[in-house]
């Protein structure tokens, strides 16, 4: 049995090898234009997000909740000819320089599985990022709440024609088919 806090994949290229989300913790290596090397370490685990890289002779680690990413977001990463177009699913941050990016592939037949794999492993929205950078939802939802149509609101829907089980027990009472009306009488309280 393995520990908890065992790295599960080590060493990864997220262009070159698909990362497995039911395999958490990983870590992996992405590009990063402004570290050395272009590359930056990854450690991602379902609470927190550990993102190394040098800059010169400094060490950066920063450390980030989940919960501070907007979500995971389906994105075209144009290429020099439309051929070369990719599709990305990133987890993305309103600071753009803590995306990460989660898988990558030239094609789109696979693409939206893994992105919403992603979304439920992590529990976070599922966004579309547009040309222009803007990211929009691709579900409805208000807050961490998602919106949908409602539940019904019994269990057991068939029974819900009949009384209640404590209304069984009394006897229904039977009106009568012409009235009574009593003429000329007078009234118990005085008026």
Same mark, same amino acid.
């Given at each position: 049995?393995?520990?908890?806090?065992?790295?599960?994949?080590? +060493?990864?290229?997220?262009?070159?090898?698909?990362?497995?989300?039911?395999?958490?913790?990983? =870590?992996?290596?992405?590009?990063?234009?402004?570290?050395?090397?272009?590359? =930056?370490?990854?450690?991602?685990?379902?609470?927190?997000?550990?993102?190394?890289?040098?800059?010169?002779?400094?060490?950066?680690?920063? +450390?980030?909740?989940?919960?501070?990413?907007?979500? %995971?977001?389906?994105? %075209?990463?144009?290429?020099?000819?439309?051929?070369?177009?990719?599709?990305?699913?990133?987890?993305?941050?309103?600071?753009?320089?803590?995306?990460?990016?989660?898988?990558?592939?030239?094609?789109?037949?696979?693409?939206?599985?893994?992105?919403?794999?992603?979304?439920?492993?992590?529990?976070?929205?599922?966004?579309?990022?547009?040309?222009?950078?803007?990211?929009? +939802?691709?579900?409805?939802?208000?807050? +961490?709440?998602?919106?949908?149509?409602?539940?019904?609101?019994?269990?057991?829907?068939?029974?819900?024609?009949?009384?209640?089980?404590?209304?069984?027990? =009394? =006897?229904?009472?039977?009106?009568?088919?012409?009235?009574?009306?009593?003429?000329?009488?007078?009234? %118990?309280?005085?008026?």
């Amino acid at each position: 049995m393995r520990h908890q806090t065992e790295i599960n994949q080590t +060493a990864a290229n997220v262009r070159d090898e698909r990362l497995d989300p039911r395999a958490l913790p990983l =870590r992996f290596t992405c590009a990063d234009a402004a570290a050395d090397h272009g590359r =930056r370490s990854v450690t991602l685990d379902s609470e927190r997000v550990l993102l190394m890289r040098r800059l010169g002779a400094v060490a950066m680690n920063v +450390a980030l909740p989940v919960t501070s990413y907007r979500g %995971i977001a389906l994105r %075209i990463v144009p290429g020099e000819r439309e051929e070369d177009d990719r599709v990305a699913v990133s987890l993305v941050h309103r600071d753009r320089d803590f995306d990460i990016p989660l898988y990558e592939a030239s094609d789109d037949e696979d693409v939206i599985a893994e992105w919403r794999l992603w979304g439920t492993t992590l529990g976070l929205p599922l966004l579309i990022e547009g040309m222009d950078g803007h990211l929009v +939802a691709a579900d409805k939802r208000i807050g +961490a709440l998602t919106v949908d149509r409602p539940r019904p609101r019994r269990r057991h829907a068939l029974l819900s024609g009949r009384r209640p089980r404590f209304l069984t027990r =009394r =006897r229904m009472t039977h009106l009568p088919m012409v009235p009574f009306v009593h003429l000329d009488e007078r009234e %118990i309280f005085p008026g």
